[in-house]
């Protein structure tokens, strides 16, 4: 089975296209679409945009790659302020 997967970017969210497979082996292909919050406050819409992401991700790559009790893997977070910003 092919294993690539195709993430696009769209005007208000992300798009994940992923392979699958049906229990009597047919291929498919599963969409899923992970929108951008409404932006209802202040924030810089790159966060909205890096939620959206980080969601996508963790659906897409979790499972595999994702840090777990006993084992290392990725963590995924979004910050709502800059690394330089004050406390």
């Known amino acids: 089975m092919n294993t690539t997967?195709?993430?696009t970017?769209?005007?208000n969210g992300w798009i994940l296209e992923e392979p699958q497979?049906?229990?009597d082996g047919t291929e498919y292909v599963s969409t899923s679409v992970f929108?951008?919050?409404e932006n209802m406050s202040s924030y810089d819409d790159r966060v909205e945009?890096?939620?959206s992401l980080m969601n996508l991700m963790q659906v897409a790559f979790g499972s595999d790659c994702g840090q777990s009790k006993k084992q290392g893997g990725f963590v995924i977070?979004?910050?709502r302020e800059g690394y330089g910003q004050d406390d």
Do not use: N
């Open 77 to 79: 977070s979004v910050e």
């Open 35 to 37: 929108e951008d919050r």
């Open 21 to 23: 497979q049906y229990d």
């Open 9 to 11: 970017r769209t005007a």
């Open 49 to 51: 945009q890096a939620e």
């Open 5 to 7: 997967i195709k993430i």
